[in-house]
């Protein structure tokens, strides 16, 4: 297993994403180059994809790395099952460890060790009901995922659910900047929050929320605070200290 960007080094990477729509980038081009940033961080993962999955409508990919990703991801589509569709429908993260044995869904394992070089995937929900879509990161490594890729590959979700929310303005470079710059900051603070209190990405954004909620103050501003100090603020008199 590699290790390769810890959650506090993550920030370099969405800020290059943020230049990078500063310069002009639509919507498209911003989930492209997140599923590219997403396999030169995220410890294991070697292809990505973003999936969407409208109600009563068939899924359909936003973004991906290559054709590997492209393909793992349609496969998925035209079977109707796999790891990346129950993300999209589900709040959890869902791992498959190792194609090769999986009878979870068995024809989508064994058409994607057949026709790919993937071997493991790990699968991230983005947004709330009924919104339906998942970021799919891919291994060419049996069991290529573990514990070190689950809070930078939650970090990399919560940017693509800004970036997906604010698609209907892709031509609107300067507003994607501020989606992306607000999502950073909160992305930053729930990553600390599942290191420091060990819980889940859920859990950790509805701590950030609570506390927003009590404090009364914005929720990009407790962010903020815990992205500064790793814990949060007990009264709004400690974000100005």
Avoid at 114 to 128: D, E, I, M, N
Wanted: charged share 25%; net charge negative.
């Amino acid at each position: 297993m590699d290790n390769r960007t810890q959650p506090t080094e993550l920030a370099s990477d969405f800020e290059a994403l943020n230049e990078y729509l500063g310069d002009g980038a639509d919507g498209a081009d911003a989930l492209a180059r997140l599923v590219k940033l997403a396999v030169v961080s995220v410890p294991g993962c070697d292809w990505a994809g973003l999936t969407a999955w409208p109600l009563d409508r068939r899924p359909r990919s936003l973004a991906s790395t290559d054709p590997v990703a492209a393909k793992v991801d349609e496969l998925q589509y035209s079977l109707g099952e796999g790891p990346c569709l129950e993300a999209a429908a589900e709040d959890d993260p869902v791992c498959i460890p190792d194609l090769s044995v999986d009878r979870r869904w068995k024809r989508f394992s064994v058409a994607a060790s057949r026709r790919t070089p993937v071997r493991s995937v790990l699968a991230f929900h983005l947004g709330p009901p009924p919104d339906r879509a998942a970021l799919n990161l891919y291994s060419a490594t049996p069991h290529g995922f573990d514990d070190n890729s689950l809070v930078p590959g939650a970090l990399f979700a919560s940017h693509a659910r800004v970036l997906i929310m604010h698609a209907g303005h892709a031509d609107q470079a300067s507003h994607l900047k501020d989606a992306l710059t607000t999502s950073r900051r909160i992305g930053m603070a729930i990553g600390i929050l599942m290191n420091v209190h060990k819980v889940t990405e859920d859990e950790a954004f509805a701590l950030l929320r609570a506390t927003s909620q009590n404090l009364n103050v914005k929720l990009r501003l407790v962010a903020d605070d815990v992205a500064r100090k790793g814990t949060l603020p007990r009264t709004a008199r400690d974000l100005d200290e």
